[in-house]
């Protein structure tokens, strides 16, 4: 046994009243298999969430999220309060990880929350207070 499955052991042992390499292997084998059954893109869920996980991005998004409706940066730059470069960099890092879209009109920007922003944003509303 490696000291890496000791507390395993332990565990099996505790829970059935004995344990063998082989209860040791096919518990591992049941962990691996739900460690397998991650999304092959878990680098994209992982970025949306770290994305997410800053105050101005998070701010921008859920202003995008209750106005409903695609908005200027014009329109953002005074609500949100920090610079705008600041403002473009959060903008610039939401678009890359696909929690928002955006548009030129001329010399306008606009941007939208998009579909999985919205639902990432429901799911923390959804479990906010819920242990």
Known sequence: MSSQTDRLERLITEESGGCCEADIEDRLDSL????????ADADTDLSALKTLGNDTRYAIVRLLTAADRELCVCEINPVVDVSDSAISHALSDLYDAGLVTRRKDGTWRYYEATDRAEALLAALDETRGDR
Request: glycine content about 0%; hydrophobic content about 25%; overall charge positive.
């Open 32 to 39: 691996r298999s739900y460690q397998s059954a991650a999304p």
